[in-house]
């Protein structure tokens, strides 16, 4: 096996996948490595993968980026969580915030208080965990800041924010910061596929005649999965027993006022609409069940329920969702929507493409491809990828809603014994817990459980151990704290104009 060094990178489309891998690959690789991304404008990209989660920063900070600069860029606002409305029942309503909930007190983990004085009926414990998570009372209030970290004992150091943007404009802005740093941009549509007598990837031949050359292939070419599954039949793990969304319409509309500092999903009668508000638009989506709902019926319930004007034609995208058997085969990795496809209900998608990036990085390969690297690589994607998984299903399995053919198919359907085994231990007496590194921790299992009405039967034994005037003394200090950590805090449309106006857009 050879030791000897690649030399040749090759991305295969752009996107949001393909410049965020040519982003990172240009900062961390400086310039010791001949990076090229190849694509085509005359192929589109899906690109309404708008909102992200709190880890999107890490990568931006990896690169060093100036934070204004990048939301003025993007169009981009400011996103303390995702709520959900008439998930558990049609009229409830919930926000799964990022960062912490409550405390730990007594030794033990806060729902556990909340719950048993929930449980026996004390009036200060309330009904809900809104006024215990500072991202969710902020996003309730329409308020926005970044965290304080010169106040670590108080709430506005917990503050968890994640970004609305534009993904077009985003991919556009990586773009220019790549190409900046080394990579050449290669237009083109791809004819053929060469491959050495190896079964490795050898080069690709463009419409024009062109031939590419590489060592290491990175296949960002969407749902089409052009390297990975069309040259190199990697296979694909269909979930679409569990996951039963398998179209989604989108269309932008005209913004409104206030600007959200959050993500709204609105279950409907076989799916669930997205509205993502960004500083120049709102952008908007259904996601629907082909089997349960057909296309017309789910483009009208979209258009009936836009806040402003649409400001295009809305365009339908199928997808299946799921995961390759294979992420990475011979010399080329899957990245992005190639490598699987999870609906954008928790924003996800994007965080996948950080994560591939990252675990690239940390198994980055001589040219020799060790097969122990890569089955490690595509072993820990599969875990990644089957508790992501889990997570998402929950919002489904999780629910009372018994109004329709598809509510009634989702709960009562069978799922992953990972995840009904959590839904089982919090039912039992209200634990939660993180298996290893996988992506949603302890307080977005609990919020999503308890907010889709998953009611534990009890509470953890201990929690009685704590007089009754202490644990509500406990509660009411939260909240009130975390109500005058709010109060002071800058509504959100005047924390962007201050800092990060984006202007008209272009």
């Not at 990568?59 to 303390?80: C, P, Y």
């Not at 120049?280 to 979209?302: C, P, T």
């Amino acid at each position: 096996m050879s030791m000897k060094p690649i030399r040749d990178i090759v991305i295969v489309g752009g996107g949001t996948a393909g410049w965020m891998a040519a982003a990172a690959f240009a900062k961390i690789l400086k310039g010791a490595y001949s990076v090229r991304l190849v694509e085509s404008d005359a192929i589109g990209t899906i690109g309404v993968g708008e909102a992200t989660i709190p880890h999107i920063r890490n990568f931006n900070a990896a690169l060093e980026i100036d934070e204004d600069e990048f939301v003025r860029a993007t169009q981009g606002t400011f996103k303390l969580g995702i709520q959900f409305v008439n998930w558990g029942r049609q009229g409830d309503s919930y926000i799964h915030g990022f960062g912490s909930v409550g405390a730990d007190f007594a030794g033990l983990p806060f729902q556990h208080h909340w719950l048993r004085r929930r449980q026996a009926g004390a009036p200060g414990a309330l009904g809900t965990l809104d006024p215990y998570s500072i991202n969710t009372a902020a996003a309730l209030a329409g308020k926005f800041m970044p965290p304080r970290t010169d106040m670590t004992n108080s709430p506005l150091s917990q503050i968890g924010y994640a970004y609305h943007f534009d993904a077009g404009l985003y991919a556009r802005f990586l773009r220019a910061y790549s190409e900046q740093r080394g990579v050449r941009r290669t237009e083109g549509r791809i004819n053929d596929v060469l491959r050495r007598e190896d079964g490795a990837i050898d080069a690709l031949v463009l419409d024009g005649g062109e031939t590419v050359r590489g060592d290491f292939f990175i296949d960002c070419t969407g749902l089409a999965g052009l390297l990975i599954e069309k040259t190199l039949g990697a296979g694909y793990d269909d979930w679409g027993h569990w996951l039963l969304c398998d179209r989604a319409i989108a269309v932008p509309c005209a913004s409104v006022q206030p600007l959200l500092p959050y993500t709204r999903a609105t279950a409907h009668a076989a799916g669930w609409q997205w509205r993502i508000p960004l500083q120049h638009r709102i952008g908007n989506g259904h996601v629907f069940s082909s089997r349960f709902m057909d296309e017309d019926q789910a483009k009208a319930i979209l258009m009936d329920n836009l806040d402003g004007e649409a400001l295009a034609e809305p365009r339908t995208i199928r997808f299946t969702p799921g995961r390759r058997k294979r992420f990475w085969s011979h010399n080329c990795v899957a990245v992005g929507l190639s490598a699987g496809f999870f609906e954008p209900i928790e924003s996800t998608n994007i965080h996948l493409i950080q994560t591939a990036i990252s675990r690239i990085i940390n198994f980055f390969p001589h040219a020799g491809f060790d097969p122990a690297d890569i089955a490690e690589y595509n072993a820990q994607t599969h875990v990644e990828y089957e508790r992501v998984r889990d997570f998402v299903v929950l919002h489904y399995k999780a629910t009372e809603r018994d109004d329709s053919p598809f509510w009634n198919h989702v709960r009562a359907m069978e799922v992953p014994d990972t995840l009904m085994r959590r839904i089982e231990v919090y039912r039992s007496s209200g634990r939660v817990f993180r298996d290893g590194n996988e992506l949603f921790a302890e307080p977005s299992w609990l919020q999503v459980l308890q907010g889709q009405r998953i009611e534990p039967r009890a509470h953890h034994p201990l929690a009685a151990l704590t007089p009754d005037a202490e644990a509500e003394a406990f509660l009411a200090n939260i909240r009130a704290t975390i109500a005058k950590c709010v109060a002071v805090m800058p509504a959100h449309a005047d924390f962007i104009a201050a800092r990060c106006k984006a202007g008209p857009p272009a």
